[in-house]
């Protein structure tokens, strides 16, 4: 016989609850109704873990199940827990452990994600044709002709530096619709790995230099692009400074200052990326980055984090702009 979750006995429950996934879990399911395979999406996880997961939850009474065709969705109902098992988890749950919070908030990113995605499989199964069409569109034109048809809105006659370039795959995206691409970086296999992969691209100038001492004229460049780049700079602020520097100031050509896009990573608590991968900071907030951008002489213009996407492992993403101050650039040409 099924046991009444009023005979579950609290130090049961309580026992569950000392596994963090088990925590995370919880926490997600009781903002939102998922199906394994979307917990699995939410946790990087495989599915058989989180089947294992929510079974021991399920069995405590902790989460309640509902079939829907071939899926199982699951969900914590505050309001069917006893009496005491509810106080029991709204202790838990707002007395989090340090580090908890900035896990809660990615969780909850990725399921932001996953549930646009349910939706927009859902619009696509009740809208046949634009499902079909989206297919046909993608087997005769691929899956970049969007990004690579909104690159046109860079000016054909831009200068843009592709600061901290790595590898090059911004300026292999760049080089089409720009005058010219500036790919810097202060390492030189990463150099030498760029140029293999711009080999015969003519208008793609490569310089292997620090970051906060470029080798770039004062007020010659449009555009200064950071991608994934500041989180490994101790002081983010000096190689901003060096792009405040030699971006144009408007003051002659078409009036337009130039500006700065950041790419990097929202604030997360993944410590371990400090010694795994030589990471200076966890991450920026809009508070953080528009504080750098104001001390380097720019002016904050935007700032927005990037749509999840369900398969990514790392933390969420921003998007941040930045112009060329009311002073113009600053400094002189670097030798």
């Not at 500006?259 to 200076?280: F, T, W």
Request: proline share 4%.
């Amino acid at each position: 016989m099924k046991e009444r979750l009023s005979d579950i006995p609290v130090a049961m429950r309580l026992a569950v609850l000392a596994d963090k996934t088990r925590l995370r879990l919880l926490r997600v399911l009781e903002g939102a109704e998922l199906s394994v395979g979307e917990l699995a999406q939410v946790f990087q996880s495989p599915q058989s873990t989180i089947s294992r997961h929510l079974k021991v939850l399920a069995d405590a009474g902790w989460i309640v199940r509902r079939s829907e065709g071939t899926a199982t969705f699951y969900r914590m109902v505050l309001d069917d827990l006893t009496t005491s098992a509810r106080a029991l988890w709204l202790t838990i749950r707002d007395q989090p452990a340090q580090g908890d919070r900035a896990e809660h908030a990615e969780d909850v990113r990725r399921v932001g994600a996953v549930l646009d995605e349910r939706r927009t499989d859902s619009q696509a199964y009740f809208g046949r044709v634009a499902g079909e069409w989206d297919e046909v569109r993608q087997e005769l034109f691929g899956t970049r002709f969007t990004l690579n048809a909104l690159l046109e809105l860079f000016a054909a006659s831009w200068v843009v530096a592709d600061l901290g370039c790595g590898t090059g795959n911004i300026a292999e995206l760049l080089a089409p619709v720009v005058k010219r691409v500036i790919a810097v970086d202060q390492s030189g296999p990463m150099i030498d790995a760029a140029k293999r992969r711009l080999k015969g691209v003519k208008n793609v100038e490569f310089i292997e230099s620090e970051l906060s001492t470029l080798p770039i004229a004062a007020g010659s460049v449009d555009v200064a692009a950071f991608g994934l780049v500041l989180h490994h700079v101790a002081k983010p602020e000096l190689p901003l400074k060096e792009a405040a520097r030699i971006l144009r100031s408007g003051a002659d050509g078409d009036g337009v200052p130039g500006r700065v896009l950041v790419v990097d990573m929202v604030r997360h608590d993944r410590s371990e990326y400090r010694h795994l991968m030589g990471h200076q900071h966890l991450g920026f907030s809009r508070e953080n980055i528009e504080s750098r951008f104001v001390a380097a002489g720019l002016e904050p213009m935007s700032f927005r984090e990037l749509p999840v996407d369900p398969d990514a492992r790392g933390p969420g993403l921003f998007v941040a702009t930045a112009k060329v101050g009311t002073g113009g650039s600053i400094g002189g040409r670097k030798k």
